[in-house]
């Protein structure tokens, strides 16, 4: 899959997007070192912890369906800002593929390319274990 099919991939998950509470829809997609892609929306719930961002669900899909290399996420949002990955997304990236590269899109489908440890320095890994 080419960069631009994956930021499309992305930018096409936004319409499944559940947000009725903040309006920001998010959506993801994850290669695999397969080339398969997986792709996420943010699911919002009342109880605000209980919500999932579009990068985890793509990447618990992904990990539900047997794969644990990943290679590219790319992730999409409407805001004038880039769509950056949260604390928690990047930790749950971490476990499966620092190395990853993560493509960071904003409102006009402008991106930013990151390796995720550039987004996480020092996340905690297995080596910590």
Excluded at 35 to 51: H, K, M, P, R
Aim: glycine residues 10%; neutral net charge.
């Amino acid at each position: 899959m080419t960069q631009r099919e994956l930021v499309q991939k992305a930018l096409d998950m936004r319409r499944y997007s559940y947000a009725p509470y903040s309006g920001f829809r998010v959506g993801a997609a994850l290669e695999c070192a397969d080339g398969t892609v997986f792709g996420g929306c943010n699911v919002e719930n009342a109880a605000y912890g209980s919500s999932i961002c579009a990068e985890r669900t793509a990447l618990v899909k992904a990990v539900s369906e047997g794969h644990r290399r990943f290679v590219r996420l790319a992730v999409a949002g409407d805001s004038a800002d880039y769509c950056w990955p949260c604390g928690s997304c990047r930790q749950v990236m971490m476990e499966f593929a620092p190395e990853m590269e993560v493509i960071c899109l904003n409102g006009r489908g402008q991106a930013k390319s990151f390796r995720l440890r550039e987004l996480l320095p020092y996340g905690f890994d297995q080596s910590w274990l």
